[in-house]
């Protein structure tokens, strides 16, 4: 069939389903963002690429669906660079559409041109670059399915030449798979290692989300064996929250009953998970991974099996049917050892952490440090963190999907948020990006726009994204809330910084006369500041209430005090040693 090449692409995206892109338009994509309207394919002009790429996998991982990141070629392109890496880690199926420089100018230093392939090799899971226009709904096929296949995003690299070109062509049906229900013999073993556990325990991963029928195929095998369910660092949503075997997320900040329920493991069925370090890392002075304990993990990428954990069994496979397949060979005394006794452990050290962690109000400081001792001095009448989430879990729904920023106070909030379905929780990743809480929940809200969503963020990581306000307040742009904690500084560098560098506090201070509330409200949106516990909730019940029926975004600044929390990385920072010394006085002028 004869058709153009922008034709054909479009047609391979609308049998692939693919309703929504995100970018910012450019003169090489206009040849097919031409015809997107007509297509049923929504652009989304974002106000920098790197927040359209975060929103791309914010929609993603709220529903399931693929969707598109596109820009212009050269800087367009990469400005994506960090959305992409973010999303190759938080596993997401997107599809990274990089119009290229024209084949007759490449290599002449032409107006906007990169060498956009080596530029995202390592941050997608599959590349590939139209080598002629007749290939283009081809080579768009496969990459799409590659990006399902492995579970991240895929490049296509297309020569803005190619487009507007008349071709015979034909549009691919989608190519699906199979998912694995895992080795035979791996299966049967991990079932028999799990049938003879006295203390055996779940540790669920960001696959048991991903994999249709995951959690509840968890939540079955973890009642037969009466086994405890930890989930990996920022994947609170892979268990249910008011599961009586939920034992809540490992790692920095997480729960101290998960920690305690594993360290006690004969057996640990790590399931959908590449057990991740932040997921294993040593919390609350707890070095709690059982160094003994059988290990069965679970991953359908096979690199990821024993790369990081000593592993008993390996099986590489889906979460859903590889945990299905367990139960159905367990021996009919599975679990049975012991399980009136373990069953009542495991309500008790929950019980214990719950109410710990209500009473825990402030940050405590190391030995040798005063910083949060001087911070609540400073500001006696001001929220600390902990009093701000307390706040905020009495008003947020409990169907609501969130997102957090990275950061040292929404870090502080990671044992406070549980779920009841998957979802439901878009947390930055291993790669650790300022900036995705407030375009991950837009990209959310708009796959899910009968669901209240809320994200939250640093003031210093809010500062990356606060110009996607300029771009969400327009018409078609649905109404979110979003959170803003406002202590001033950059949290996490400079609890850095009173561990380990003497108080020196090297750029950790924000401004403090700038109002993001105020910016809100220059952009047309609604903008509250909350100052008191009482204020937070009432004004998250409010945005709520404006989001979902009066179609008003709300950002809410939570004005907090400089507590600092936990910091991320003990594990990799060290007291500085000063051998030669520096001094100003050797400083020489530059010779212009």
């Known amino acids: ?38 297509a049923g394919i929504t652009f989304w002009d974002c106000a920098h690429e790197g927040s359209a790429g975060m929103m791309s996998d914010g929609y993603t991982r709220a529903t399931g669906k693929m969707s598109m990141m596109i820009a212009q070629n050269g800087p367009g392109i990469t400005n994506f660079v960090t959305a992409v890496k973010t999303a190759y880690w938080n596993h997401t199926p997107c599809l990274l559409v990089t119009p290229q420089a024209a084949n007759k100018t ?32 081809e080579t768009l096929a496969r990459v799409i399915a590659k990006a399902k296949r492995l579970s991240g995003p895929a490049q296509i690299n297309i020569p803005r030449d190619f487009w507007t ?4 062509i034909e549009i691919p049906d989608p190519i699906e798979f199979e998912v694995s229900p895992g080795g035979e013999n791996s299966v049967a073993k991990a079932a028999e290692i799990l049938s003879n556990a006295k203390n055996p325990v779940i540790l669920n991963g960001a696959g048991v989300v991903l994999s249709k029928g995951g959690i509840e195929a968890s939540k079955v095998l973890a009642e037969r064996l009466e086994a405890p369910v930890c989930v990996g660092y920022q994947h609170n949503d892979a268990f249910p929250g008011n599961h009586p075997l939920f034992a809540g997320p490992l790692g920095y900040n997480g729960s101290k009953a998960g920690m305690q329920l594993i360290k006690e493991a004969d057996v640990v069925l790590c399931l959908g998970t590449r057990l ?9 002075g707890i070095e709690y991974w059982p160094a003994d304990a059988k290990i069965i993990q679970v991953d359908i990428n096979p690199d990821r099996i024993g790369l990081t954990k000593k592993v008993t069994v ?15 060979q367990l021996s009919d005394t599975a679990g049975d050892e012991g399980r009136a006794e373990r069953k009542a452990h495991i309500a008790q050290t929950k019980s214990a952490w ?3 962690l209500t009473s825990l109000t402030h940050e405590q400081d190391d030995p040798g440090t005063d910083w949060n001792v001087r911070a609540r001095a400073a500001k006696p009448d001001w929220m600390s963190p ?36 998957g979802r439901k929780y878009l947390a930055p990743g291993l790669f650790g990006p300022c900036g995705y809480g407030l375009p991950a929940i837009v990209g959310a809200k708009i796959g ?15 500062g990356i994204a606060v110009n996607e306000l300029t771009a969400i307040g327009r018409g078609e742009w649905p109404a979110i809330t979003q959170i803003v904690f406002r202590n001033y500084q950059w949290g996490a560098e400079k609890r850095n910084s009173t561990l380990w560098f003497d108080d020196n506090f090297v750029g950790t201070e924000l401004d403090t006369e700038v109002s993001y509330a105020g910016i809100a409200q220059a952009c047309g949106l609604k903008g509250v500041v909350a100052r008191t516990q009482e204020e937070l909730t009432a004004a998250l019940n409010q945005a709520i209430k404006d989001q979902m029926e009066n179609g008003v975004t709300t950002l809410i600044e939570a004005m907090i005090n400089q507590e600092l929390g936990d910091p991320f990385r003990r594990d990799a920072m060290k007291k500085p040693v000063e051998v030669a010394g520096i001094s100003k006085d050797d400083m020489r002028p530059q010779t212009v």
């Open 276 to 284: 991740n370090p932040f997921s294993t890392l040593p919390g609350y």
């Open 1 to 38: 069939m004869k058709m153009t090449t922008e034709e054909a692409f479009v047609k391979t995206l609308q049998s692939h389903g693919i309703e929504h892109a995100f970018g910012i338009i450019g003169s090489a994509m206009m040849p097919i963002s031409d015809i997107f309207p007509d």
């Open 165 to 168: 070109q008349v071709v015979d």
């Open 106 to 137: 490449i290599g002449q230093g032409g107006f906007q041109e990169m060498e956009q392939m080596h530029l995202f090799a390592d941050c997608v899971a599959y590349q590939e670059e139209v080598r002629d226009p007749s290939r283009i709904a």
């Open 386 to 421: 902990r009093m701000a989430w307390r706040a905020i879990q009495a008003a947020l729904p409990v169907e609501a999907i969130i997102s957090s920023d990275i950061g040292n106070n929404c870090a502080i909030g990671n044992a406070y948020p549980s779920f009841e379905e």
């Open 448 to 462: 899910q726009p009968d669901v209240p969503v809320v994200g939250f963020a640093g003031d210093g990581a809010f």
């Open 314 to 328: 390996g099986i590489v496979g889906d979460a859903a049917k590889v945990a299905n397949g367990i139960l159905a």
């Open 354 to 356: 719950a109410q710990e």
